[in-house]
């Protein structure tokens, strides 16, 4: 069953809910959020491309916040005087100096949204699976490849399996399938949904209540899947925690309880 926000939010003051735009560049996408203050209005994904990107026609002219993942692509945007996130932006213990700044963001963000300690998982390009204590401490996590990472490279690597996508399924598929494509489908999701479950599982053991929560652009469709797969899990979906994490930044805000 999915939890609700408990009773601890960011603080919020009058004087910072001035528009902003987020930037986070992503393993393969730009991930945009417009927001007031503390919160995300409007969010949209685009290619890396500034020309056949839709813009937004604020860029250039409200605060903008960028991480990004992808050097090169940080580069493209420099024109726009981003302010630009690294590690040292976030307090946060215990990182190493390769910790993907997204992972961390979300960590950030979903902390000051749930409450510490905090699991969250990233249904991105690579999915990530993040932990955090009490003490804002990173526990430690995983990476593994993506829903759609999986699907193409068994499209692309192996000439007798089809190239599928994540937007063909549109239900849990069938365990036991009956045909290659419903095959694809049955190994990648039942074997995501295993490994998440092995964790969620084991994070409950080290962290008795403590949040969960799924958040990156396969996130919701892996939430619907596990909430049939694994009712008995109480996991969190919210596709912010990137954005939440930037705005504390972005105003130096803390949670108040």
Known sequence: METSKPGCGLALDNDKQKPWLGLMIGNSRLHWAYCSGNAPLQTWVTDYNPKSAQLPVLLGKVPLMLASVVPEQTEVWRVYQPKILTLKNLPLVNLYPSFGIDRALAGWGAGLTYGFPCLVVDGGTALTITGFDQDKKLVGGAILPGLGLQLATLGDRLAALPKLEVGQLSRLPDRWALDTP????????????????????????????????????????????????SPNLSVAWDDNLIFLGMAAIHHGDRPIC
């Open 182 to 229: 419903s095959a694809i489908f049955s190994g990648v999701v039942y074997g995501m949904l295993g490994a998440l479950q092995s964790y969620l599982q084991d994070w409950q053991k080290l962290f008795p209540g403590a949040a969960m929560i799924i958040t990156g652009g396969d996130g919701k469709i892996l939430h619907g899947f596990l909430k049939e797969h």
